[in-house]
């Protein structure tokens, strides 16, 4: 190695170092900022619902663009081209499903969580625990892919290679995120995923600019180049991932599914609507979230495209390939900016992949107070102490809650560092949409729906989308990549694998519904039948949702 590249890559990993210290400083800043606006459970699980439409459309597009959107799906557009672009727009139409379906009927109805709602009409105890349950599950499959993503970016930015230095560094980034949600609780998490938000945003459009402006602004010559530089004359058809037999055709639409009804159905999404004071707010926040998110997924197109057509992308070598496509937008950035070696290309790299340490830890602080306030609100206020805990007491155990929920998610990322984020991200999309979204659709606009119908929904739901998981090729039985890494969570020789698709949607979706209609129309139960009416109003018309729900 010259000394120009030694140098060169020496000072990216102390600017890398430097820019990720600082990040996690300005978000400690104002963690504790925030916790000193936390006087009551409402500020702590819904930031008192005092945040704007603006504010909380920022808030929600930092909540919803992941590091599985930065990393993951430009990944996948980069190693599949047209099948991996429709990752994006499955991510994006999934929205207006939140819109006219689900946000200003839920933020109406309910008070702090998805089970507020849920229970409103039903009888208490069954339906929180289940939704609760839910609730944790769906946050720990998406934490994996932020935890993934996190040790990704650190092996490459600080040339960590030891598989125990990873490992800590997933670590660490578990504890920054419990001390996010203990701390600061939801003021702190929205303002956190505000400025990440428009950091986000702003290097997503630098980089964007950068490799359009490489090819001159012509995007069909850059799609050219992808062609050419990846050998792949089929690069921009689809089928290249999804069409090459019946069995990934039948993946891909199990994909899209979940992509589409996932997004209403995940509680770290839905809660958000709880932080605007009014419906008209909630719609208007949605809004602004669209328009945020729709803008960002047309640029990762571009940063997709980009990395195919600048980066090596099928070698055994490559770092692309090696990182199941989630290093494509940092080396990306790096290549744009002066290439390998270069000042440039270093400041970039650093630059950007700050900015994407900024997403995991947004992301992880809204999925942990998320399950930690359900655990919290629905399993101890409501269930063990049946109404009668403190708000002192609630706000305790959420954030030692905060503290198991992490540990789990540690220990879980750490045996999945090598499985693609946003596919990691697609399962949390298929299990919330199996087992949340047929619930709280039957519950606001099907009278007759019942606990039992609630309780068999999200439990069908749930344990068919778990169970189809791990017995998929994901969790055993799908080899190796073509650098000799093994694409499932348990090692080569291992397989039990008799589900074929990757993503259980398909068949856990409609499962979900279907028990949620049988557990109804077996029950004798009407008495949620009574509350209907009233539960209908106020998610109309908002009137009476800011009072305490009957417990």
Do not use: C
Request: proline letters at 3%; zero cysteines.
């Amino acid at each position: 190695m010259n000394a120009r590249v030694y140098l060169a890559e020496t000072s990216h990993e102390g600017l890398t170092a430097t820019l990720f210290i600082l990040v996690v400083l300005v978000t400690v800043g104002i963690t504790f900022w925030a916790s000193r606006q936390n006087q009551s459970a409402a500020d702590y699980y819904a930031g008192g619902r005092s945040f704007t439409g603006p504010q909380n459309g920022l808030a929600v597009a930092g909540d919803y663009m992941s590091a599985a959107s930065f990393l993951g799906i430009s990944g996948a557009i980069a190693l599949s081209g047209y099948d991996g672009f429709l990752y994006s727009i499955g991510f994006l139409v999934a929205w207006l499903v939140a819109l006219l379906l689900i946000a200003e009927l839920l933020r109406n109805s309910g008070r702090y969580t998805m089970a507020d709602q849920l229970a409103y009409r039903m009888r208490q105890t069954p339906v929180r625990t289940a939704a609760a349950i839910s609730t944790v599950v769906v946050s720990i499959f998406y934490l994996l892919a932020q935890m993934v993503g996190a040790g990704v970016l650190v092996t490459l930015l600080l040339g960590v290679t030891d598989e125990s230095a990873k490992n800590l560094v997933i670590a660490a980034v578990g504890l920054l995120m419990v001390f996010y949600v203990t701390v600061g609780g939801m003021k702190g998490t929205t303002w956190v995923q505000i400025v990440k938000a428009v950091l986000l945003m702003a290097g997503t459009i630098l980089i964007t600019f950068l490799v359009l402006l490489h090819f001159n602004f012509n995007i069909s010559d850059m799609l050219g180049a992808a062609v050419d530089k990846t050998g792949k004359p089929n690069f921009l058809d689809p089928g290249l991932k999804y069409g090459v037999s019946t069995t990934s055709k039948i993946d891909f639409l199990s994909l899209g599914i979940a992509l589409v009804l996932g997004t209403a159905g995940l509680p770290h999404i839905l809660i958000r609507f709880y932080t605007v004071p009014t419906s008209k707010t909630a719609r208007g926040s949605v809004l602004w979230a669209i328009g945020l998110i729709g803008a960002f997924y047309l640029m990762t197109l571009v940063l997709g495209f980009g990395a195919a057509a600048l980066l090596d992308t099928t070698s055994a070598d490559s770092q692309v390939l090696a990182s199941t496509g989630n290093l494509a937008s940092p080396l990306l950035a790096e290549e744009v900016g002066g290439g390998a070696g270069s000042l440039g290309g270093a400041v970039l790299l650093a630059v950007i992949a700050a900015v994407a340490f900024a997403t995991i830890l947004a992301v992880v602080a809204g999925l942990t107070l998320t399950s930690a306030s359900s655990v919290a609100h629905d399993l101890y206020a409501n269930v063990i102490k049946k109404g009668t805990a403190s708000e002192k007491e609630e706000v305790n155990v959420a954030r030692v809650a905060a503290f198991v929920i992490g540990l789990v998610a540690i220990l879980l990322a750490i045996p999945a560092k090598s499985l693609n984020i946003a596919f990691l991200v697609a399962l949390a999309f298929a299990v919330a949409a199996s087992a949340n979204l047929p619930s709280l659709i039957y519950n606001l606009f099907w009278k007759r729906f019942n606990t039992r119908g609630a309780v068999w929904s999200i439990y069908g739901g749930l344990i068919s989308s778990v169970g189809l998981v791990f017995f998929s090729p994901i969790v055993s039985g799908k080899g190796l990549d073509p650098t000799g890494k093994n694409l499932s969570l348990f090692p080569e020789g291992v397989d039990f694998s008799w589900f074929p698709l990757e993503n259980p949607g398909i068949v856990s979706i409609p499962i979900g519904f279907l028990l949620g209609y049988l557990g109804t129309v077996t029950s004798k139960d009407t008495e949620s039948q009574a509350r209907f009416n009233e539960l209908e109003v106020r998610a109309l018309t908002g009137a009476g949702s800011e009072k305490v729900i009957r417990q």
